[in-house]
């Protein structure tokens, strides 16, 4: 039994945000319809493609665990099957460019006449106002959000970071989004309307800087290292390079054999309870005293110096040996993987958290598995269906069509070629 066995979800997604969101509720058990356009499909299948022929990566590694139906939601019969599926599914997602379920005739007022109950959760790059008919993708998020303008160092442009705030993280908010919208209807028998919006989705990740911007007309940033180097703040927040969020200094420091591995480097936090054995650490006691290193106030304006210090040490050391003897003194530091190092960590595999999956057509290929365990729910992860692989199933079992009226939708063409199911 899984905690959402018996949802299913008419998944109208492509790309990353909106897939994100409905693999997640697969993993959890839900039975996950996605419609494709008849021969073409996300665009992702063919996106970013390394082995001719076969799903890409980007593909697979966002549609676990659902099945695939080829479905031309523009075509009359197309809409009739539609119109059934909406009456079968408790949960339509979609991240359509804005108005493009309208324009299909599928609307959130459509929706709810032929299913009250059922929930319509959409991700939009933005929510309403001046923006809202915009085409959004990942970076653009970021930028709009409030990420780029406080990534990067302070002599540098913004920065987009790598991982995918605005995509994935707008995919998890929706997704509780859902599982919230069903819990309500339970009580309600009624089914809403769910929006989560890029826009919104990165700037709740980028709430403390949110909070530095109102702290900024109290007085300078004291915990950022510009304040320290002299530089004079503006009116915005500025880039903080690798400054720890919060009140504990961080910074990215060089490891033994940075010269040569772009990635020999450890994230080292001076927390004020871990100073005392910093100092020890490091060959610095008399800092433990001194007036003038002994308090985290003391210390702000010397942390160019303070991180010189603890830098000339950490070099000495390979980054995983850094750990190895921060880690007994409670003192916070993580060493900077690469995807390689991540890919091949047993750590990692063991809990699902990277799986390896066999597909018919690419062979094995490793993939994140669900980030959330449940400890009542267990979730594997079962390989992307292939373009339009359950069309046939899905038409028969689910909507209960005979071979008949199978045969009559596929002459319409309003789904893909049926064959390809029976392969
Ligand atoms: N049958 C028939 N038509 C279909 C179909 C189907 N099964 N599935 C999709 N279509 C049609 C849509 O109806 C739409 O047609 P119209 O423009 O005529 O209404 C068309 O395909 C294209 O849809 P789209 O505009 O959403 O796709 P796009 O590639 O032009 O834009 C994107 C992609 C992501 C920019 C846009 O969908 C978007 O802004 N989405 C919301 C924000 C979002 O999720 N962004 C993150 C994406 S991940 O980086």
């Known amino acids: 039994m899984k905690a959402l066995e018996g949802v299913r979800i008419l998944d109208f997604t492509h790309v990353q945000s909106g897939p994100t969101c409905t693999q997640l509720l697969a993993w959890f058990g839900a039975d996950v319809i996605k419609v494709e356009r008849p021969g073409v499909g996300d665009a992702t299948h063919n996106q970013l493609v390394d082995v001719p022929g076969a799903d890409s990566l980007y593909f697979t590694m966002l549609n676990h665990n659902k099945r695939s139906i080829e479905l031309n939601s523009k075509n009359e019969t197309g809409k009739q099957v539609l119109t059934r599926l909406v009456e079968e599914c408790d949960v339509l997602v979609e991240n359509f460019a804005p108005g493009a379920l309208?324009?299909?005739?599928?609307?959130?007022e459509a929706i709810q006449k032929i299913n009250p109950r059922m929930i319509m959760a959409s991700v939009k790059g933005f929510g309403p106002g001046k923006y809202e008919d915009c085409k959004v993708y990942e970076n653009v998020a970021q930028c709009?959000?409030?990420a780029a303008s406080t990534t990067g160092f302070v002599d540098g442009p913004p920065l987009v970071t790598g991982a995918q705030i605005g995509d994935s993280g707008t995919g998890l908010n929706l997704a509780l989004g859902i599982v919230t919208a069903l819990f309500q209807r339970e009580k309600t028998g009624r089914g809403q309307k769910v929006l989560a919006a890029m826009q919104a989705g990165v700037l709740?990740?980028?709430?403390?800087?949110?909070?530095?911007?109102?702290?900024?007309?109290?007085?300078?940033?004291?915990?950022?290292?510009?304040?320290?180097?002299?530089?004079p703040f503006g009116e915005a927040v500025p880039r903080a390079g690798n400054d720890s969020g919060g009140g504990q200094p961080g910074r990215i420091l060089?490891?033994?054999?940075?010269?040569?591995?772009?990635?020999?480097?450890?994230?080292?936090?001076?927390?004020?309870?871990?100073?005392?054995k910093i100092c020890d650490l490091i060959g610095k006691p008399e800092w433990k005293e001194?007036?003038?290193?002994?308090?985290?106030p003391a210390r702000l304006d010397k942390l160019n110096e303070i991180f010189g210090e603890i830098e000339k040490?950490?070099?000495?050391?390979?980054?995983?040996?850094?750990?190895d003897l921060c880690n007994p003194l409670d003192i916070p530091v993580g060493p900077i993987l690469s995807m390689k190092e991540i890919a091949e960590d047993e750590g990692l595999r063991a809990t699902g958290t990277i799986v390896e999956v066999d597909h018919p057509t690419r062979g094995k290929y490793l993939t994140v598995g669900n980030p959330i365990k449940l400890s009542d729910?267990?979730?594997?992860?079962?390989?992307?269906?292939?373009l339009g692989e359950h069309t046939e199933e899905v038409l028969r079992d689910v909507l209960g069509y005979s071979d008949e009226e199978i045969h009559r939708i596929a002459a319409s063409g309003a789904v893909g070629e049926l064959q390809k199911a029976a392969e």
């Not at 309208?102 to 959130?108: A, K, L």
């Not at 001194?290 to 985290?296: I, K, L, S, V």
Request: aromatic letters at 12%; a neutral charge; one cysteine or more.
């Open 290 to 296: 001194d007036p003038g290193y002994a308090t985290p």
């Open 377 to 386: 729910s267990p979730s594997e992860v079962t390989r992307s269906p292939l």
């Open 102 to 108: 309208d324009r299909m005739g599928f609307g959130w």
């Open 144 to 146: 709009a959000g409030g």
């Open 204 to 231: 709740n990740l980028c709430r403390v800087k949110l909070r530095d911007q109102q702290r900024l007309s109290a007085g300078p940033l004291t915990e950022y290292s510009q304040h320290g180097e002299g530089i």
């Open 254 to 276: 060089k490891c033994k054999g940075w010269e040569t591995d772009p990635d020999a480097y450890t994230y080292f936090i001076t927390q004020a309870a871990a100073w005392p």
């Open 313 to 323: 040490w950490t070099m000495t050391k390979g980054k995983f040996e850094v750990m």
